[in-house]
């Protein structure tokens, strides 16, 4: 028996590389995705950067959708197991509205201001 | 249907049928034809009898009421007491433990209250009809002579009979209001109501800059009064949680048991109550409005200002005696034994008939409530009832004087029994019944002289009991002797003598519309206070009501003791009561007669101190009182909220604000980049925070 490191953390991650693909596995892409997504936001000063970032938060929480819905990653079979995709479709549909609304904002920050830089956004300095 | 269902539907119909009159003429006077601005003197007369016939409806259904009471009650000799009947119509407010609502508390005071009420109103409705005849001008326009336009010329404006009568219609329905009211704060709705109406009917020839000025002075001298008012109201509620009266009766005995230390706080909302009575009844120091109120129409102040609603504080006072602590009916007392000889002595040398009338009604209520202060509760609503009568009498003779002679001055009038007979007669019985004219061997007299008495008995009474007591039983003495000349000075200068200017010479007896009440009220005046065979008569009623506990607790400060009615109707105490009330009365009478002869009267040895009381002093008095609260207000204002609030919490607040505000703006650094490191650290701190948290509780339960 392992020694008890934490609450969740511990016993999860070690196991992680020895047992077969499930959902911690598809969790585990999802966090990368999205941390790699919160620092480009973060880190990008092209304002186009920030918006990939942007996708790539909305892709990480969308397979965790998938993987915590789906009955074969979860070994049961109590479901259907199409809440998650059908959420997933549903995040995707928006995420592209969204994408659309933020190209929009992209291209007039880019005619206000003469660049992509964001860090030239400062009028709302208080 | 029984009585205790019969009793209160009967009341309920006698309150509201004057506030159908007042919907009614309301409505109907906004829609009338109209000629000039002004209705039709024939539509108005018809608005005036509607008025009067649904105050004679309300009359009688009242007198039904109180008969049905009587056969409910039996009242005969010293009957048991009958509880009140008492119930609830309407609520208002119900939230918590607070519920205002709309009820009735009907006891044989209520009822005789009631009958008085609407009896009066009833002989001022028709004798008004005579009174204001002028307002019923055939083109429909009165010149009125005493109030003039910029240019000088006098106001001529629209008569406005209608508009009297729906004020009239008001004030019976409010003063009915008080008396049927169930808790203080019913009490205190109508209480309004009546100063409201108070107001209109005062300020009816609102032309007149005297009128209006009258009409606010009583608004404003009534509104100190009203906040003791609220303040006992508050207090009331706070310590036992309910303003109706049945239970707050119920309450006192054991709270005062239960808090045997802070009987004080008790006889503070008591005296805070008593406050409202001071302003409404026109005690010392807030008497000053009343004389001036007498700027009204004669009417009005025969019924508003001195038979019914100045009456309506001796009658709070006496609806919430058991609530007086000994303490507080020393106040109350005191109050009153000052009222009355102030009273008194403005009354003495008063140059003006109304205003003699005014000044004796201030010294009467003195009385009344003195008498409340000395444990005397029956006395006091007795001579409530009885002064009712005889002052609006008195007062109906004095309007048909002013009527048939066009003036009040006593210096001009004089002569007037050859001209004006039954006035004379009318008048005469008026001042003997407030002087209590009467044979005090036999016991008969009129209506004065038996609430006169038992007030005196009280008095007798209460100065025995209690050493030091002897103000309780001079002040009503030398009160009554004053009365006495005041009153014989009041008739010698109207009606014996020479005439003493063109218009008494011309005067003429009034009409059948004016004589007719002032013949009702003249019988009332005798006799209401006679006892039927069978022993019915309105002291045994009132006995049988009487709200004045066995014993009294409760004097910490002035330690009195407060003797009972019962202690007071010793045949020793009776005997010495009727010879001195008419001993002093002699006395006063003697004194007057003889300055008569001596030719001095319009002018007695008082009249210069008592008018340089009444026209320097006291308004002395109330300017410095003014002034102080003027200078205290501009103190306050611009001390206490230009500088402190203002400068000083008004600035320190802004201050904080901008400061802060700078302080939270540098958060605001206008780079994308950084907030969205800002907000991913706060969902992770928040999220992990609440994560730890439900872990925590998942594994404690």
Redo the contacts between chains.
């Keep these: 028996m392992m020694a008890h490191h934490g ?1 969740f953390a511990a016993p999860i991650l070690a196991s992680l590389l020895s047992e077969p693909a499930g959902v911690a596995h598809y969790m585990a892409v999802g966090a990368v995705l999205f941390t790699a997504g ?1 620092m480009s ?5 092209n304002l186009l950067g ?1 918006l990939m970032g942007v996708e790539l938060v909305l892709n990480g929480a969308i397979v965790n959708f998938v993987a915590i819905g789906s009955p074969y990653l979860r070994g049961d079979d109590a479901s259907v197991g199409l809440d998650g995709q059908l959420m997933a479709l549903f995040a995707i549909v928006l995420a592209a509205a969204e994408a659309a609304v933020a190209l929009g904002i992209a291209l007039n920050y880019y005619h206000t201001v003469g660049s992509v830089d ?2 030239q ?6 | 249907l029984d009585e205790s269902r019969l009793i209160p539907t009967l009341v309920l119909a006698a309150w509201l049928a004057p506030l159908a009159s007042f919907a009614v003429v309301a409505i109907a006077s906004s829609v009338l034809h109209r000629v000039r601005g002004a209705v039709a003197p024939a539509a108005a007369r018809a608005i005036a009898q509607v008025c009067t016939g649904s105050l004679a409806t309300s009359f009688l259904l009242a007198l039904a009421a109180l008969a049905a009471w009587i056969r409910l009650a039996g009242v005969g000799g010293h009957a048991a007491t009958q509880p009140p009947v008492v119930g609830e119509w309407f609520t208002f407010i119900d939230v918590g433990s607070l519920r205002l609502s709309a009820g009735y508390y009907i006891d044989a005071l209520t009822l005789v209250m009631a009958t008085l009420v609407t009896f009066v109103a009833l002989c001022i409705h028709v004798y008004a009809l005579g009174y204001l005849d002028d307002e019923l001008a055939d083109d429909g326009l009165v010149t009125d002579l005493e109030a003039r336009q910029a240019g000088g010329a006098f106001v001529v404006r629209p008569g406005r009979l209608h508009r009297f009568y729906q004020h009239l219609a008001l004030f019976t329905f409010s003063m009915l209001g008080i008396v049927v009211a169930w808790n203080v704060a019913m009490t205190f709705v109508f209480w309004e109501l009546v100063g409201a109406s108070s107001y209109l009917l005062i300020g009816f020839y609102y032309e007149r800059p005297a009128a209006a000025r009258a009409a606010a002075k009583a608004m404003l001298v009534n509104r100190i009064g009203d906040v003791g008012m609220l303040v006992a109201i508050a207090l009331l509620w706070s310590l036992f949680g309910t303003l109706d009266y049945e239970p707050l009766f119920a309450a006192i005995g054991p709270w005062l048991e239960a808090n045997p230390t802070s009987a004080g706080l008790l006889t503070f909302a008591g005296v805070a109550l008593f406050c409202g009575a001071i302003g409404k009844s026109a005690q010392a120091p807030l008497w000053s409005w009343l004389p001036d109120a007498m700027q009204g129409p004669t009417p009005v102040s025969a019924l508003v200002h001195s038979a019914t609603m100045v009456a309506a504080g001796v009658f709070l006072t006496a609806r919430v005696y058991p609530l007086l602590t000994a303490d507080a009916l020393s106040v109350v007392a005191a109050v009153g034994a000052v009222t009355l000889l102030l009273g008194a002595v403005l009354a003495v040398s008063a140059g003006d008939l109304k205003r003699v009338l005014a000044y004796s009604t201030i010294s009467q209520l003195g009385y009344m409530v003195l008498g409340l202060g000395l444990g005397g509760w029956t006395a006091s609503t007795l001579h409530l009832v009885t002064h009712a009568t005889f002052k609006a009498l008195l007062f109906l003779a004095a309007g048909a004087v002013i009527h048939g002679a066009h003036s009040g001055d006593l210096g001009s009038l004089g002569g007037l029994r050859k001209r004006m007979p039954l006035t004379t007669a009318a008048m005469l019985v008026g001042a003997l019944a407030l002087v209590g004219a009467g044979v005090p061997l036999l016991g008969i007299g009129l209506s004065g002289f038996y609430s006169k008495d038992m007030l005196f008995e009280q008095a007798i009474a209460f100065s025995r009991a209690n050493p030091g007591g002897g103000w309780a039983f001079w002040a009503p003495t030398v009160g009554a002797a004053l009365t006495a000349f005041y009153i014989t000075r009041l008739w010698l200068l109207t009606f014996a003598g020479e005439p003493r200017s063109d218009g008494s010479r011309n005067a003429h007896e009034s009409g059948k519309t004016m004589l007719v009440p002032m013949a009702a009220l003249l019988l009332a005046a005798v006799a209401v206070a006679w006892t039927l065979p069978g022993g019915l008569s309105a002291n045994a009623l009132l006995e049988s009501a009487s709200l004045a506990p066995a014993s009294r607790s409760g004097s910490e400060w002035f330690e009195v003791s407060i003797p009972t009615e019962a202690a007071a109707h010793a045949t020793e105490i009776k005997r010495l009561a009727a010879f001195v009330a008419l001993g002093a009365t002699v006395c006063g009478f003697v004194a007057a007669v003889a300055l008569d002869r001596l030719g001095r009267l319009t002018d007695p040895p008082t009249a210069r101190l008592a008018r340089a009381l009444d026209l320097t002093w006291v308004p002395a008095v109330n300017r410095a009182v003014a002034g102080a609260c003027r200078r205290v207000g501009w103190a306050t204002s611009r001390w206490g909220d230009a500088t402190v609030i203002d400068r000083g919490f008004g600035a320190f607040a802004a201050a904080l604000a901008l400061s802060g505000g700078a302080v939270l703006a540098r958060l605001q650094t206008g780079n994308v980049r950084q907030y969205i490191v800002l907000l991913v650290l706060a969902v992770v701190i928040v999220g992990s925070l609440a994560l730890g948290l439900t872990y925590r509780w998942a594994e404690g339960a």
Excluded: N
Aim: overall charge positive.
């Design positions: 609450p919160v936001m973060a880190v990008k000063r920030v964001v860090d956004a400062t009028q709302l300095r208080g």
